[in-house]
């Protein structure tokens, strides 16, 4: 069966692990994993016993003409999973799902987990239009994508880490002024998620009496 299983997993809270997922993992031939170590944990606790093969972004251009190989021939398809979310969105999966397009090999995506979804819905911002950009380059064409922003009327969406949220913040007053609306959500899905929303400088002010911890969504509108 040439079939490529594209399915997400909880960005926290493992509650989120569908039914449907659960079922796939179980009957595909492999789950190619982003950390084996961190998918072993998931799939040890929803008693999964597929094996699991590693498939990250250092890897992924030697095996994934071999992996589409592999897929043609085996009996119920591979599945594939990144550490949390929807494999492809800001993690490995496009390079994979784009070779089985172009060897006719079937793609199913699972509906699920992600990240940007509940961060967008939860900011009270304009999210009927919306642009995703994922994670800024860190340095070498970050600048650039912030000045074609500039001009962009939808809301924003952007991932980031906690070491570089303050920076982004500052960006944004740099590029597009104080009085912009943004939403930043912290841990989506986890025990300690947390929203806050303001102006850029009011949310520096807060992140600089309290140390940004965690994964962060940033929700930006400039309307």
């Known amino acids: 069966m040439s079939i490529l299983y594209v399915v997400p997993t909880p960005v926290g809270n493992l509650d989120d692990m569908t039914f449907r997922a659960v079922k796939v993992l179980n009957e595909v031939?492999?789950?190619?994993?982003?950390?084996?170590?961190?998918?072993?944990?998931?799939?040890?606790?929803?008693?999964?016993?597929?094996?699991?093969?590693?498939?990250?972004?250092?890897?992924?251009?030697?095996?994934?003409?071999?992996?589409?190989?592999?897929?043609?021939?085996?009996?119920n398809g591979f599945a594939l999973i990144s550490d949390a979310g929807t494999p492809a969105i800001s993690d490995p999966g496009y390079l994979l799902v784009r070779k089985c397009v172009e060897e006719g090999i079937e793609v199913i995506t699972l509906p699920g987990a992600t990240a940007f979804v509940p961060a967008l819905v939860t900011?009270?911002?304009?999210?009927?239009?919306?642009?995703?950009?994922?994670?800024?380059?860190?340095?070498?064409?970050?600048q650039k994508r912030l000045i074609a922003l500039k001009e962009e009327e939808k809301t924003i969406v952007f991932y980031e880490s906690p070491y570089r949220v303050l920076k982004l913040l500052k960006e944004f007053i740099d590029h597009f002024g104080d009085d912009v609306h943004v939403a930043v959500g912290r841990e989506i899905s986890k025990k300690f998620e947390e929203f806050q929303r303001g102006m850029p400088s009011e949310l520096?002010?807060?992140?600089?009496?309290?140390?940004?911890?965690?994964?962060?969504?940033?929700?930006?509108?400039?309307?």
């Open 29 to 75: 031939n492999l789950v190619l994993a982003e950390d084996t170590r961190t998918s072993g944990k998931l799939m040890k606790h929803f008693e999964i016993g597929t094996q699991l093969r590693s498939y990250h972004m250092h890897n992924e251009h030697k095996l994934v003409e071999g992996i589409a190989t592999q897929i043609k021939e085996s009996e």
């Open 204 to 223: 520096i002010a807060s992140f600089t009496k309290r140390a940004p911890k965690g994964e962060f969504v940033v929700v930006l509108y400039k309307g």
């Open 123 to 142: 900011s009270g911002l304009p999210c009927d239009r919306f642009v995703f950009e994922g994670f800024l380059p860190h340095k070498k064409g970050r």
